[in-house]
């Protein structure tokens, strides 16, 4: 039996089943079960027996190949599922086939998806015995066996713990195990002891982790990848900074309870005139003497009042709190002691202002860290795009302008469209159309009504008259490629659809007021128009466009934290009533916990931080019904409590946020890499065409001095030729001389015939007197 190599990758647990079973069978065609050749048969039945065979076998080789050795009782069984199952039994055969399809985890996760539904419409009110509840309770079942399925069939195939790719070998499959195991505990409670544990029911909510699973795609996804990278990077620097501000939290929370322990109660009645400590106070039986819910009696309450001092939300309560503190059993006094405000402030500062905001600098120096890791394949494509960028430049800069073939009219407007001016103009027009648009009022004169009815008529018809003139001097095709014109043109045809519907409205055909004030409030778009002439904004919105797909894993992973809290708010608030015996200062009828809905809006307003102290402080109740049965104004654990939200605003305010504002600070450095680098791409550009027409000036420059200098010497051989034949055509001889010049090469022969004479000249030496270097 082979050990699995070292170099195999094990990354994905049970998932990596279907990868490693690819690279095998692209051995099918000359490899068997033993690595022997595959004989091809040339019947077809035989073929197909073959392939089965071959499949069979390779499935077979990668269970017993990735096993680690056991000793002991068990070494004959240690290739065997749960020792029950060979590498050979067909059931564990039929398992590993279904795990390797697509559609197994894509039915897994509708189920889940159903599974999540069912869980949202959860909630307190509902009667036991109505048939809602019945059917979440037997869907909950249904639900529990399907997982309880898709569990067993991983164990048959992949076994439990021994080999590397088991099931317990994956953390997904654990979470998964350890949630099944869960709801089938759940629903054995509830069989034996009945519905009234409700701990069980706390703890369905936790198979919507089961929802993580799409994560398994993060290999395949550069940037989910890099985000999820970027959390889990960032674990042990923030487990630094949690260290930290554990510091600090417990040496305030020592200071604060030596300062303030047993000092934040006050008395409470309708007459508190001349109370002065606890045993004036309750001498008026209709007096109380309470206490704070936030204080300093103890290290984990002054641990508590500071979060919700870092948190900046509700802290000059608090702090006035302080400031009023007269002593153990006294009554507050207004600003009994103003030097305590330096015990607020200074923790303000140093852990508000200071070590909390660490967890941005750390969050950010992580990301880039991760993209580190990526800086080879980012800059050889970096390299490669600008590449292409900079041939597209440069062949749109040689090439024909496409406008070179229009008509003098056409070219006309095309240069008035495409000069600043035309934009200028524009940008004009709609400032004037924005201001107008800003002089709406309540009851406004129909005069002025009309009047801005006019104004909007004519804006409208120069927008028109802007994107004809472009249509006309671009072409369609060309004006609708960039998408700033199509936001013209949607701009230009709500405008038109809301003129035509207000004229129809008074004339013909009543309409709905709606879709007219709908359509009036279209108008606003026309603002959008001037940010394409503003290159700084379009950088920003280019890079939040680049940003979304990494914010849109970064929002799947909120919705998920938002759902599951959603959950556990509705199981454990959802009982909670404001009354005047429990008068609530944050939870209200815009605020509670009573269904699904309004806790998830209840998480966003707590994640925006508004107000979630006071909603925390009315879960902290001390007069409630503690009974297992309770209906209404049900106790809360006094430590469930603070710890669901501190978790919840920890999670939200100061991480995710943090990971948002991290991509969109690495998007914008790209971005503003991307313009330097467009301008360098022009810059080079320029500097090659301006090393071609200089290279092209010295052609033509060489070339026209090479044509006067054969000029010259075409001169100087002509002037030659015609003194020689001067001298050879003596008038007693018989002489042919001929003059013979060639414009191209500037060339010249003479020839001179002479009868042979003792006292003249030969033939030869003549020749060689006349002959001229040639061109």
Not at 11 to 27: C, I, K, P, V, Y
Not at 695 to 709: C, L
């Amino acid at each position: 039996m082979r050990n699995l190599d070292n170099n195999k990758d094990d990354e994905d647990g049970a998932g990596s089943f279907s990868s490693n079973r690819s690279q095998l069978g692209s051995r099918r065609a000359c490899e068997g079960s033993a690595g022997r050749p595959v004989e091809r048969e040339s019947g077809a039945e035989e073929e197909r027996d073959s392939n089965a065979s071959t499949e069979d076998d390779l499935q077979l080789k990668w269970l017993s190949e990735y096993v680690v050795p056991t000793t002991g009782c068990f070494k004959d069984r240690e290739d065997y599922a749960l020792y029950l199952f060979s590498p050979t039994n067909r059931f564990r055969l039929l398992c590993n086939k279904i795990t390797q399809q697509r559609w197994f985890d894509y039915t897994v996760l509708f189920f889940i998806a159903l599974n999540c539904i069912t869980l949202a419409m959860e909630r307190p009110s509902i009667p036991q015995n109505s048939t809602e509840r019945q059917f979440l309770s037997l869907s909950n079942n249904i639900f529990t066996v399907i997982f309880t399925v898709e569990m067993l069939i991983k164990l048959v195939s992949h076994g439990l713990i021994i080999s590397r790719h088991s099931y317990l070998r994956s953390g997904w499959n654990i979470m998964d195990g350890a949630l099944v195991f869960i709801s089938l505990i759940d629903i054995l409670v509830v069989l034996l002891f009945g519905s009234t544990n409700r701990i069980f029911g706390i703890l369905r909510v936790f198979r919507l982790l089961r929802t993580l699973r799409p994560l398994r795609v993060i290999s395949r996804a550069p940037g989910l990848k890099l985000v999820v990278q970027t959390l889990l990077s960032s674990l042990r620097p923030i487990g630094n900074i949690v260290l930290i501000c554990c510091t600090f939290f417990i040496i305030f929370g020592i200071l604060g309870v030596q300062l303030f322990k047993g000092k934040f109660f006050y008395c409470k009645g309708p007459d508190l005139t001349g109370v002065t400590n606890k045993t004036n106070c309750l001498a008026d039986k209709r007096n109380t003497w309470e206490r704070h819910k936030y204080n300093f009696d103890n290290l984990g309450q002054a641990l508590m009042a500071l979060f919700v001092l870092s948190s900046r939300d509700g802290w000059v309560q608090i702090m006035y709190t302080g400031l009023d503190a007269v002593g153990e059993n006294q009554q507050p006094k207004e600003n009994n002691n103003e030097w305590l405000l330096l015990y607020f402030i200074s923790f303000l500062l140093l852990v508000g202002f200071f070590v909390l905001n660490m967890f941005v600098g750390v969050v950010v120096e992580n990301f880039h860290k991760c993209r580190a890791s990526q800086e080879k394949e980012e800059k050889a494509r970096r390299a490669a795009k600008r590449a292409r960028r900079m041939e597209k430049k440069r062949r749109r800069i040689r090439e024909i302008p496409y406008w070179s073939k229009y008509s003098r009219t056409r070219r006309t407007v095309h240069r008035f469209v495409e000069s600043k001016y035309f934009d200028l103009i524009i940008a004009t027009i709609i400032g004037v159309n924005v201001i107008t648009m800003a002089m709406e009022f309540y009851m406004m004169p129909p005069e002025f009504e009309m009047g801005l009815k006019i104004t909007n008529y004519a804006f409208s018809t120069v927008f028109v008259f802007e994107a004809i003139f472009k249509i006309f001097a671009l072409g369609l095709q060309r004006y609708l490629k960039d998408k700033w014109n199509q936001l013209d043109v949607i701009i230009v045809a709500l405008s038109i659809a809301g003129i035509i519907l207000e004229e129809v409205q008074y004339t013909l055909i009543p309409i709905n007021p709606t879709i007219i004030r709908v359509m009036r409030v279209l108008r606003i778009a026309r603002v959008l128009k001037l940010l394409k002439m503003a290159k700084g904004i379009r950088a920003l919105l280019d890079t939040v466009i680049q940003a979304l797909p990494q914010v849109g894993n970064l929002g799947l992973l909120f919705f998920l934290l938002f759902f599951i809290f959603a959950a556990l708010g509705v199981e454990l608030f959802g009982r909670l009533e404001c009354s005047l015996d429990n008068p609530c200062v944050g939870l209200s009828r815009h605020a509670h916990f009573e269904n699904f809905g309004m806790a998830f809006l209840t998480l966003f307003r707590i994640a925006t931080g508004d107000n979630w102290n006071g909603i925390m402080k009315d879960t902290l109740r001390e007069k409630c019904d503690p009974s297992d049965n309770c209906v209404k104004n049900c106790c809360v654990s006094p430590i469930i409590a603070p710890i669901y939200f501190v978790v919840f605003v920890l999670m939200a305010q100061f991480v995710l946020v943090n990971v948002v504002v991290a991509v969109l600070m690495k998007h914008l450095e790209e971005s503003h890499k991307m313009m330097s680098d467009d301008d360098e791409l022009e810059k080079e550009i320029r500097r090659e065409l301006e090393e071609e027409q200089r290279e092209q000036q010295r052609q033509r420059e060489i070339q026209e001095r090479r044509v006067h200098e054969l000029d010259d010497e075409g001169e100087e051989a002509a002037a030659q030729g015609a003194a020689v034949a001067s001298v050879c055509c003596h008038p007693q001889e018989t002489a042919v001389c001929a003059l013979v010049s060639n414009d191209e090469h500037q060339s010249m022969a003479v020839e001179v015939a002479t009868p042979p004479s003792s006292g003249s000249i030969s033939r030869g030496e003549v020749g060689e007197s006349l002959r001229l270097p040639t061109s």
